[in-house]
């Protein structure tokens, strides 16, 4: 539950774990809602956001200071008034951050083909994490083989499905992460051709001069701040910037860090934003896709499990520190 409207950096203080009675396991006759049990809850960035009184509404409603967190979740459809669903059905989508949920508009839930592929990929590389690295590369980074790629937060649930995909296309792939673990697994885990730990780098516009010393084509950009600022005069002529996310932001009060836009109009770059819930009709395509990277190993994924809802707000402020190694995932049951 959060506990009130968050103005500084996420705390273990602004939320907390409460016991109360569950909704009743069956819908009540002529509903058509559906009364799921969650397994596991995905922790996403964006809730962040969500934490904030915003006066302009934004693209998602605010949390409200009382009420249950949501996000997407993967489920077990205890009990189903609504025809396309029934009990012991496996769903996705969004849902609360609670053992069961009543969910009112099943209709927003997508089924679970690949059962037969670990059920809390439906919370990243085969849920929004995964078709946001899908759509934020192909759709909007608009590679080309041969192209030279940056990602930062790169070993993060979007960033390493991005760099793999671009490996896929034949690009050359550097990605920044915040420790050498991470710089580790992209390098072995996640086949990117570089990556390099950008805590330990004094000045990050030099470290990329080193990485690419022809430029940078495609920017697909994860935090924002002062990486966006020193990446824009190592773009080439041309290039493109994915603006997926600005995580260096999103506790701060005040933006801070980007200084270099003009450098927009001088390399005629496209810096282009993008939310996923907007290419939803790629889901199916894009689930088929990666089913089959999965099953044929050309993709490796990996996640850090949190156990239990106990666990849940240590693990979503993690998202903020670069605790997490990998897509964080909270594992309410495993049945
Ligand atoms: P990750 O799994 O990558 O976790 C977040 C990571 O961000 C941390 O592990 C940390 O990695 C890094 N980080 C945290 N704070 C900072 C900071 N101040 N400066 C630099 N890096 C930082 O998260 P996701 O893959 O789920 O999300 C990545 C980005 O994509 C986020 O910005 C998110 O908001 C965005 N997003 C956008 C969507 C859209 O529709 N546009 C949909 C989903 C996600 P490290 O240790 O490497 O620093």
Redesign the pocket.
């Known amino acids: 539950i959060l506990k009130r409207y968050v103005t500084e950096f996420l705390s273990e203080d602004d939320m907390k774990v409460v016991t109360m009675e569950a909704p009743p396991l069956t819908v009540p006759a002529g509903s058509v809602a559906m009364v799921v049990k969650n397994l596991y809850l995905s922790c996403?960035?964006?809730m962040r956001n969500r934490m904030t009184r915003h006066e302009v509404p934004s693209y998602i409603p605010d949390f409200v200071p009382g009420e249950v967190l949501t996000d997407n979740g993967v489920m077990k459809v205890m009990s189903s008034g609504h025809p396309d669903f029934k009990a012991g059905d496996l769903v996705w989508g969004m849902t609360g951050w609670e053992e069961y949920t009543l969910i009112n508009n099943p209709e927003s839930l997508t089924k679970i083909n690949h059962a037969e592929l670990p059920l809390s990929y439906y919370t990243g590389v085969l849920g929004?994490?995964g078709l946001?690295a899908y759509v934020g590369f192909f759709e909007i980074s608009k590679p080309k083989k041969g192209d030279y790629v940056f990602i930062?937060?790169a070993?993060?649930?979007?960033?390493q499905i991005v760099g793999q995909l671009a490996k896929i296309t034949g690009c050359y792939v550097v990605g920044s992460?915040?420790?050498d673990e991470?710089v580790n697994l992209l390098q072995t885990k996640f086949s990117f051709d570089d990556a390099f730990n950008y805590k330990k780098e004094p000045y990050l516009n030099v470290a990329l001069k080193r990485y690419f010393p022809q430029g940078i084509d495609i920017y697909f950009d994860?935090?924002g701040?002062v990486?966006l600022d020193a990446v824009l005069p190592n773009m080439r002529l041309g290039g493109r910037i994915a603006a997926?996310?600005?995580?260096?932001q999103y506790n701060l009060d005040c933006p801070d860090g980007v200084r270099n836009l003009l450098y927009i109009v001088t390399k005629r770059l496209r810096m282009e934003g993008?939310?996923?819930f907007d290419y939803c009709s790629m889901y199916s395509q894009f689930e088929e896709e990666m089913a089959v990277y999965l099953k044929e190993g050309k993709i490796a994924y990996i996640e850090d499990v949190a156990e239990g809802l106990d666990a849940a707000p240590t693990a979503l402020i993690g998202?903020?520190t670069?605790r997490?190694v990998g897509?964080?995932v909270v594992a309410v049951s495993r049945d």
Request: net charge positive; charged share 10%; glycine share 18%.
């Open positions: 996403d960035p964006y929004m994490p946001t930062s937060a070993s993060g649930a979007v960033g992460a915040g420790s991470k994860n935090v701040g990486t997926c996310g600005m995580i260096s993008f939310l996923t998202l903020y670069g997490n897509k964080q």
